[in-house]
């Protein structure tokens, strides 16, 4: 997961919003959107590794990752990062105390951004120095730097989620569209993260395509009280791929 933007508004009637964009190879074999053995998790699979990069519970959790671009290999003995997401949606401890369960072990994954809401908080936890971060309520975003690092993009995303709640223009097809801006940055804007800079420039919009890398996945999640609508268009080198929208229902308390 490459890029995420949110609305997070306790005690309303969609109490959370969020719209993001996977990049990654289009090799790597992935699971599309789907309720997991179980009954209790509606998500994604990464098939190579076994984790996720989003999903949503039936215990009213959600959970998203990112990882952190440095322009270094990453550590090919490294635990999955996917699996926190995963790991955190099937467990029933607080979002800030399974944060700082994870903080002291996150430098055995390579650099990611793990955001959070088991229902009461969001939180997000920069896994390449250990740090908490508290989200206010209100709009959030989070790509592959640093919580609200501004990048081009995310700066571009956010506003554009903003623009559309604020028309209430929140129809999933909306929100989508808003993902598939291929945009590039201006070059004197472009972030400094050590890979090349024609490289840099294809990274910098919200919807990423190369030859062998890019969005695979556009994601639209809302949360009302008792439930969960989770929309995902995939898509591949071929171009888009099929859109499919799931509804959990939380479990009684």
């Known amino acids: ?5 949110w609305h997070w508004q306790p005690g309303a009637a969609t109490e959370l919003l969020l719209v993001a964009n996977r990049d990654e190879f289009y090799a790597r074999p992935t699971e599309s959107l789907r309720l997991w053995p179980g009954g ?4 994604g699979r990464d098939l190579q590794a076994g984790g996720t990069w989003m999903g949503v519970s039936r215990t009213r959790r959600f959970a998203a990752l990112t990882n952190y671009r440095s322009g270094q290999a990453p550590a090919p003995e490294a635990a999955s990062r996917g699996t926190l997401v995963s790991e955190f949606l099937h467990t029933d401890i607080a979002a800030r105390d399974y944060l700082a369960q994870l903080a002291p072990r ?4 390579n650099p990611f951004n793990l955001l959070v809401w088991d229902g009461w908080q969001l939180l997000g936890l920069e896994g390449r120095h250990g740090r908490i971060v508290q989200m206010a309520p209100g709009w959030g975003a989070v790509s592959n730097a640093d919580f609200h690092t501004p990048w081009p993009k995310l700066l571009r995303l956010q506003s554009s989620l903003q ?10 097809a909306d929100l989508l569209q808003l993902l598939a801006d291929s945009t590039p940055a201006p070059e004197a804007d472009l972030p400094d993260t050590g890979i090349a800079p024609a490289m840099e420039r294809a990274l910098s919009s919200i919807f990423i395509r190369t030859p062998a890398y890019g969005t695979r996945a556009s994601s639209v999640v809302k949360v009302s009280g008792h439930s969960a ?4 268009q995939t898509h591949g080198a071929q171009g888009p791929g099929a859109c499919s929208t799931a509804s959990l229902v939380f479990a009684s308390t």
């Open 229 to 232: 609508r989770f929309t995902e």
């Open 106 to 109: 996150s430098h055995l994954y």
């Open 1 to 5: 997961m490459c890029i995420l933007a």
């Open 163 to 172: 623009g559309a709640v604020q028309a209430t223009r929140c129809e999933d």
């Open 40 to 43: 209790q998790v509606l998500a």
